[in-house]
């Protein structure tokens, strides 16, 4: 079966800068992947996503310039820098065959999620 599994979550001070990973299972290979966030009482937001090569990356507004997306085979991260209390919120690795996908309507279509993993940034 399609597996995602998130890890890298947990409590950090605004400032940091932990690296959230994502390993990806049962067929998941070489498609574009991404990261979601969503806070209590808001909708699902694109964080970011990367092509199933790696070589182009996709941002949302709000995190240019902090968050930083890579890949490598089976395994997708994000390095998140400059953290804000804003920025609490549970992240979701997402994948599918479309990159497009991830970057429309907060990723009603895309086809696969993991479980997600809480990230919550202190002040």
């Known amino acids: 079966q399609v597996q995602l599994v998130e890890s890298g979550g947990g409590l950090v001070q605004a400032g940091g800068s932990p690296r959230l990973s994502c390993a990806a299972s049962?067929?998941?290979?070489?498609?574009?992947m991404g990261w979601f966030r969503q806070a209590p009482g808001k909708e699902r937001e694109f964080v970011a996503a990367i092509s199933g090569n790696g070589r182009s990356t996709y941002y949302a507004d709000s995190v240019r310039g902090r968050f930083t997306i890579s890949r490598a085979a089976a395994k997708e991260y994000l390095q998140m820098n400059s953290l804000r209390p804003e920025d609490t919120a549970v992240y979701y690795c997402?994948?599918?065959?479309?990159?497009?996908?991830?970057?429309?309507?907060?990723?009603?279509?895309?086809?696969?999620w993991g479980q997600g993993t809480q990230v919550t940034v202190s002040s």
């Open positions: 997402a994948a599918d065959a479309d990159i497009a996908t991830m970057r429309i309507e907060n990723g009603l279509a895309v086809d696969y």
């Open positions: 049962g067929g998941i290979f070489n498609i574009a």
